[in-house]
Nanobody
Framework: EVQLVESGGGLVQPGGSLRLSCAAS????????MSWVRQAPGKGPEWVSG????????TYADSVKGRFTVSRDNAKNTLYLQMNSLKHEDTAVYYC????????????????????WGQGTQVTVSS
């Protein structure tokens, strides 16, 4: 059974940092690209970042470029999202999602465009 379990969310002040993790199981994690997608209250879903299977290629939405860093540890079957200089508008539920390909084949905010996704972790940026 494929499982993706996000963790690391919480309440942080503007300008602060958080590191999200996504623990994967039930499939060969090292063979697939992964993405982070977020859903903010009252807004449509937004693709945030993607990383290819080997971790050598990453890409970001303009809204987070320069502030967020995606990475993965294939030995630990874990995906990460380091979020720095957080803003109020980063408040959202963050989901990790499995791409059906080894390369980043989609940059979709809609989770159903992916094979699998987790239950999400809440990030709240507030003073």
């Amino acid at each position: 059974e494929v499982q993706l379990v996000e963790s690391g969310g919480g309440l942080v002040q503007p300008g602060g940092s958080l590191r999200l993790s996504c623990a994967a199981s039930g499939f060969s994690f090292r063979n697939y690209a992964m993405s982070w997608v977020r859903q903010a209250p009252g807004k449509g879903p937004e693709w945030v970042s993607g990383i290819n299977s080997a971790g050598g290629f990453t890409t970001y939405a303009d809204s987070v470029k320069g502030r967020f860093t995606v990475s993965r540890d294939n030995a630990k079957n874990t995906l990460y999202l380091q979020m720095n200089s957080l803003k109020h508008e980063d408040t959202a539920v963050y989901y990790c999602a499995k791409d059906p390909m080894a390369w980043i084949s989609r940059k979709a905010g809609v989770l159903s465009f992916y094979d699998y996704w987790g239950q999400g972790t809440q990030v709240t940026v507030s003073s």
